[in-house]
Nanobody, 118 residues
């Protein structure tokens, strides 16, 4: 599966932004999906994940109550809605796909930059 993120940009502290990951080549419904991020000089960090049907999801404590992960399998698309953005949310955001039966994310997009300015 080929993953392409979009929707990143420059926003102000406290604003909202939704980023998108579109899949091609295979149905995204074949995969659990996740969002990760990497800030300059820091390790890649898990943000959120969602099951292949969307019935269950999990977000990291650092973004809990602010970020929501969702998916639309008919559109082969994954979303990350980000509210009340903070400067520390500035990072390159990646989506990733975990094949059913696998225990790791095996396919990654190229990332979309989110910059939160104060």
């Amino acid at each position: 599966v080929h993953l392409v993120e979009s929707g990143g940009g420059l926003v102000q502290v406290g604003e909202s932004l939704t980023i998108t990951c579109t899949g091609s080549g295979r149905p995204l419904s074949d995969y659990g999906m996740g969002w990760f991020r990497q800030a300059p000089g820091k390790d890649r960090e898990f943000v959120a994940r969602i099951s292949w049907k969307g019935g269950s999801s999990y977000v990291a404590d650092s973004v809990k109550d602010r970020f929501t992960i969702s998916r639309d399998n008919d559109k082969n698309t994954l979303y990350l809605q980000m509210n009340s953005l903070k400067s520390e949310d500035t990072a390159l955001y990646y989506c990733a796909a975990e094949p059913r039966g696998s225990v790791k994310f095996e396919y990654w997009g190229q990332g979309t930059q989110v910059t939160v300015s104060s």
